[in-house]
């Protein structure tokens, strides 16, 4: 079994160094040399003493959460199963708060692991960033080579414990029920294109259309910030360039308020004129006028689910679990106007 010395060998560094970024020191350590000493940990399969590192590390009560924003409904209702759970298992948590910023989250990543927590949940949407994804993967390696545990919500490219929101499927739900209601005149108020989560809701109800032979033309998806303002500025542009539009479709419940409120200030009837769909079902959903059409998601199962598996005991192979997305249909959505 190879030892520390066997990893500062072969990385070519001083034992201190290589123990350094093995536990996850705050002390300084050289980009090249962190590299080589991942690569020797991986070549050697060196696996670190967890008695030994139990004693240095009084801080693994301490689980870390990055969040995208915890202010966000959808992540607060993340964060409170996340937090039962912790709390459960006499864990205080830190939530990081990356507002969708990549180099945020790897500074977080980076600061938990230098905390020597016992466990990371990265809660928000993974990205189509493939440099990104590899800077992440390297850091969260280097977490695990430490004892670390990792587990994600939504779709990251990290090979470990995961929990998945049925995203594809809910997409799937909404268009398919637009098209029974007789809506094939659709647009769509749409997230930020690098978000995994909006290219999965989006592949569902594009998928729905098309075998309902009305496939989503590409000019009648807009792109905006994923809250209120950038729900109604989408809209806006989309109502704009086809007045003929009966449903909007935003993929989530923040950008489709937004949607209402852009609607109602133009004095356009909704579901008369046209109807309003959105995607997650915040407690919101229920209370706007008129009450919104949305994708119920269970988002305190599925945080609760993430830390249940970060803090349980580890697996010899990844784990990844779908929790269902169900249709919830409100007074937003009507039948397509003739």
């Known amino acids: 079994m190879a030892t520390l010395a066997d990893v500062a060998r072969r990385a070519g560094v001083s ?36 008695h030994a590192q139990l004693l240095a590390r009084p801080q693994r009560s301490v689980v870390g959460v990055v969040v995208h924003d915890v202010s966000d409904p959808y992540f607060a209702e993340l964060t409170r199963g996340l937090q039962r759970v912790a ?90 029920e637009l098209l029974r209601r007789g809506h094939t005149r659709i647009g769509v108020v749409a997230g930020p294109q690098v978000l995994t989560t909006i290219t999965d809701r989006l592949d569902g109800l594009r ?20 809250d209120r303002d950038g729900g109604a500025r989408a809209a806006g542009e989309l109502l704009d360039a086809f007045p003929g539009l009966t449903a909007l479709v935003a993929l989530n419940d923040s950008m489709a308020v937004g949607a209402l409120t ?46 249940t598996l970060a803090l349980g005991p580890a697996a010899d192979r990844s784990r990844v679990e779908v929790l269902p997305a169900t249709l919830v249909v409100r007074d937003s959505l009507g039948p397509a106007p003739a």
């Open 15 to 50: 034992p201190a160094t290589a123990s350094r970024v093995i536990n996850g020191s705050s002390k300084p350590v050289a980009d090249e040399l962190r590299e080589r000493v991942l690569r020797a940990v991986a070549d050697l399969r060196y696996v670190p003493n967890a």
């Open 87 to 176: 709390t459960d298992h006499g864990r205080l948590v830190i939530i990081c708060n990356s507002y969708r910023d990549p180099e945020r989250e790897l500074e977080y990543v980076e600061l938990l692991r230098a905390q020597q927590v016992a466990a990371i949940v990265l809660a928000g949407s993974g990205y189509h960033d493939a440099t990104f994804t590899a800077r992440l993967a390297e850091k969260l390696a280097a977490y695990e080579a430490t004892g670390g545990r990792v587990a994600v919500v939504g779709r990251h490219e990290h090979p470990g414990d995961a929990v998945m929101p049925a995203n594809t499927d809910g997409g799937r739900l909404l268009g398919a």
């Open 207 to 226: 998928a729905a259309l098309a075998e309902g032979g009305h496939p989503l033309p590409a000019e009648r998806v807009r792109y905006a910030d994923f």
């Open 262 to 307: 852009l609607l109602r200030a133009r004095g356009v009837p909704v579901p008369g004129q046209v109807s309003v769909v959105g995607f997650d079902d915040m407690p919101v959903a229920a209370d706007v006028t008129p009450a919104l059409t949305t994708v119920r998601l269970p988002l305190v199962e599925l945080g609760a689910r993430a830390m």
